[in-house]
Structure formats: structure tokens, C-alpha cells
């Protein structure tokens, strides 16, 4: 097909949401992945309603078969996949490692990490059938510094994420594939917005552009680094932190 693919995952709330639409509006068609039938429904409705062509496809992420289904099919529908974008995440309970059950840190190392991959691997065959294929991976700037000690494994696993981006930036940027991160300051989004407001108001502490202007500036940053005209970026971490990082 004429028109570019994009394939975002936890994209039918908060920054996931403004990428897919912002994609949409320059022309993409959208595939939008959720574990949740009826926030993807009603995302697959706001988009039609401004005339973007988008397709939900609800899978769990961090489970491989599930994954392997999802990209399957929209690489049967569409015939290739031009943009990934690694967003689905969980945040987990605030407990220290000490204190951490093995399930919790399964459910955060599948969701956060492991479904990073499994993405990943299974687009890899049809972002090569692009020709100018993008993953763009979507990680907090506590992947390169504790932020908060009782979230420590989310933390290592974005510290994952970052190595992975790398790591497979390295591997295929010969095929014309390329890898990069977009790393993130905390923000307004359903995901954050699950846990204690109090702690929102503390790592929000200091900056000035709210939530629903963050997710424009992100999918703006995630446009470009989906254009053609800027494909000699591979393997970069771009920040939107506000300096976050620093304060």
C-alpha cells in the first residue's frame, strides 16, 4: 500500500493516544494495540471521526503468542509495518526489592521489558519489507538515574529498554531500519495517574508544561524521527524532560 503504517502499543490513552493521532493526521494509517476492547473501540472512534484510517487489535504484549498474533495480522493487513512504537508499560506497586513478590516483578519485567522485544522481533520482517522502517522506543528519564527507590525494578527495566534500543539500533542499521528513544519526564497520563496523586505532585515538582502538552510535544519528536528527511538519526535517546533529570 501507498499510505505508511504505524503500529503503537498502549496507544489508546495519554501520550499513546496524541502519537496516533498526530501520525494519523500526516497520513498514516494507524494500528493501534491495547489489552483493553473497550478503550481501543472508543480510540478507533475518535480517529475515524477525523478521518484517520485505523484498525484496533487488542493483545497482551507481554505475552509472546499474543504478540506474534497481533503483528501477524497487521502485517496480513496492511503488507508491511513502516513505524513501531514500543508504549505500553505498567508502573507496578511502590515495594522495595527486599519486599517485592515474584509475581509482581514478572508482571513488570513482561510488560515494561519483555514485551520491548517480543514487538520488536516479530516487526522486524516487515519493517524490512518498508524499506524505511522506525521502532521508536518510549522510556522515562529514570532510566538513566534512580528516581524513586520503591519503583526500582520499573526503573531497570526502562534502563533495559535504553540498552536494548542500542543494542538493536546496532544491529539493524545496515538493513535501513533504524532505532532510537524518546525519554520522557513524569507526566499527566492515565499510566501515572493510576498510582498516588501525592507522588505525581512530587516528580512533577518544578515543571511547567502540563500533561496534555507533553503528549503533543512527544508525538511531534516521534514524528520526526520517523521522517525520511532525518534518517541519519539511529540509536539516539532525544530528551523531553524538562530537565527533570537534573533537579
Same mark, same amino acid.
Given at each position: 500500500?501507498? #499510505?505508511?503504517?504505524?503500529?503503537?502499543? &498502549?496507544?489508546?490513552? *495519554?501520550? *499513546?493516544? @496524541?502519537?496516533?493521532? #498526530?501520525?494519523?493526521?500526516n497520513g498514516y494509517v494507524v494500528a493501534l494495540s491495547d489489552n483493553? #476492547? /473497550?478503550? *481501543?473501540?472508543?480510540? +478507533?472512534r475518535k480517529l475515524r471521526d477525523k478521518g484517520i484510517e485505523a484498525t484496533f487489535y487488542?493483545?497482551?504484549?507481554?505475552? %509472546?503468542?499474543? =504478540?506474534?498474533?497481533? =503483528?501477524g495480522q497487521v502485517g496480513e493487513d496492511y503488507g508491511k509495518i513502516d513505524v513501531l512504537i514500543n508504549n505500553a508499560t505498567v508502573l507496578g506497586e511502590k515495594v522495595s526489592i527486599e519486599k517485592m513478590s515474584s509475581e509482581l516483578y514478572? /508482571? !513488570? +519485567?513482561?510488560? $515494561?521489558?519483555?514485551?520491548?522485544?517480543?514487538?520488536?522481533?516479530?516487526? +522486524?520482517?516487515?519493517? /524490512?519489507?518498508? &524499506?524505511v522502517g522506525v521502532v521508536i522506543n518510549l522510556i522515562p528519564f529514570s532510566s538513566k538515574q534512580v528516581a524513586d527507590? &520503591?519503583? *526500582?525494578?520499573? %526503573? !531497570?527495566?526502562?534502563?533495559? !529498554?535504553? @540498552?536494548?534500543?542500542? =543494542?538493536? @539500533? /546496532?544491529?539493524? =542499521?545496515?538493513? &535501513?531500519?533504524? !532505532? $532510537?528513544? +524518546?525519554?520522557?519526564?513524569? $507526566?499527566?497520563?492515565?499510566f501515572n495517574g493510576q498510582g498516588d496523586p501525592s507522588l505525581m505532585d512530587e516528580w512533577r515538582s518544578g515543571l511547567s508544561v502540563d500533561g496534555s502538552e507533553k503528549n503533543e510535544v512527544v508525538a511531534d519528536f516521534a514524528c520526526f524521527l520517523s521522517s525520511d528527511d532525518y534518517s541519519y538519526i539511529v540509536g539516539e535517546v532525544i530528551e523531553i524532560n524538562e530537565g527533570q533529570m537534573y533537579l
Open positions: 500500500m501507498d #499510505k505508511r503504517v504505524l503500529l503503537i502499543t &498502549g496507544a489508546t490513552k *495519554g501520550m *499513546g493516544f @496524541a502519537a496516533a493521532l #498526530k501520525f494519523g493526521e483493553s #476492547k /473497550k478503550d *481501543g473501540n472508543a480510540a +478507533i487488542q493483545a497482551d504484549v507481554a505475552d %509472546e503468542k499474543d =504478540v506474534g498474533l497481533l =503483528v514478572k /508482571k !513488570v +519485567i513482561g510488560r $515494561n521489558l519483555g514485551s520491548v522485544f517480543y514487538c520488536s522481533r516479530a516487526a +522486524i520482517p516487515y519493517l /524490512k519489507l518498508s &524499506g527507590t &520503591g519503583f *526500582g525494578l520499573y %526503573e !531497570v527495566t526502562k534502563a533495559g !529498554v535504553l @540498552a536494548f534500543t542500542r =543494542v538493536l @539500533a /546496532k544491529e539493524l =542499521v545496515s538493513t &535501513g531500519i533504524r !532505532v $532510537n528513544a +524518546i525519554s520522557l519526564c513524569t $507526566n499527566e497520563t492515565g
